[in-house]
């Protein structure tokens, strides 16, 4: 079994693997000040009550883009599994390379991400994370990553706009019914929402001309089915990308 974990900002997921299948998987928030021992409750927690013994975990691989924990988890991670973990960087071995001048620049999660979608494509391909932050990743036809756009997450967008305003409230991200609002709900949903839909139309319109040869895009992250659908140049979605291609490193690192 292998044991993979993707620190994000706004959430710890974990994911259990026999041999290629996701058998098991867990999501905790992510929490900057909690220390080592607290992870270890946390998650020790979580496996007991899935019946799953930790330490036939043959191999832990991570990924983080908070660095403040990634040295408490990956202890948390030690003591559970009793193996050291591999946390990802572009120095691993991958099935790509990484065409960007300053490579640790690049998330260890965008990287999972370009693993994931050039393994199953094998052509180039264009990774969105609709995660804390909406991310793009783009992958040459040779497997090279380009380079990546982001920007906030729509989450994020919300949660922005309902802190910094007096009157604007959270709002959900369902499908507006029209694209003007006639309230403020629904003029905050029409605006985000068909807002997001067109900046990722747009930015995936201009990275596949850039690219210049066709391109597979495939979605990730918590938002992706919902807006997936409403987005024509989605070719696929994949909620777990990000822990297949934290697998396939583990794989690749092997010994």
């Given amino acids: ?24 998987h867990f999501r905790i928030q992510t929490v900057y000040d909690r220390m080592a021992d607290e992870y270890h409750v946390t998650l020790a927690g979580l496996f007991r ?14 990924s983080s883009v908070v660095p403040v924990l990634t040295e408490a988890v990956a202890e948390a991670l030690h003591r559970l599994t009793g193996r050291v973990a591999l946390v990802l960087s572009p120095t691993a071995a991958l099935n790509v390379t990484i065409a960007i001048g300053n490579p640790r620049e690049l998330g260890s999660d965008l990287i999972a991400n370009a693993v994931a979608a050039y393994d199953r494509f094998r052509d180039a391909c264009i990774v969105v994370d609709f995660g804390t932050a909406l991310t793009f990743t783009a992958v040459s036809a ?34 507006p019914e029209s694209a003007i609002g ?3 709900p629904s003029a905050l949903r029409a ?7 067109g900046l990722v139309n747009e930015v995936i319109r201009q990275m596949k001309q850039q690219i210049g040869v066709p391109t ?8 992706s089915g919902a807006m997936a659908a409403r987005l024509a140049e989605i070719d696929a979605v994949d909620p777990w990308l990000t822990l297949e291609g934290l697998r396939i490193v583990a794989e690749l690192n092997r010994g």
């Fill in 142 to 175: 040779a497997g090279a990553i380009l380079g990546a756009a982001i920007a906030p997450g729509l989450r994020t967008a919300v949660h922005s706009l309902a802190a910094g305003t007096a009157q604007l409230p959270e709002i959900d991200l369902n499908e």
């Fill in 182 to 184: 006639t309230d403020t």
């Fill in 1 to 24: 079994m292998l044991l993979a974990v993707d620190i994000g900002n706004t959430n710890i997921v974990v994911g259990v693997f026999a041999d290629a299948s996701l058998t098991a």
């Fill in 216 to 223: 597979r895009v495939i979605a990730t992250g918590g938002l």
């Fill in 49 to 62: 009550e899935s019946g799953i013994d930790a330490t036939v975990c043959e191999s832990v691989v991570v």
């Fill in 191 to 197: 605006g985000i929402v068909l807002g997001y839909q």
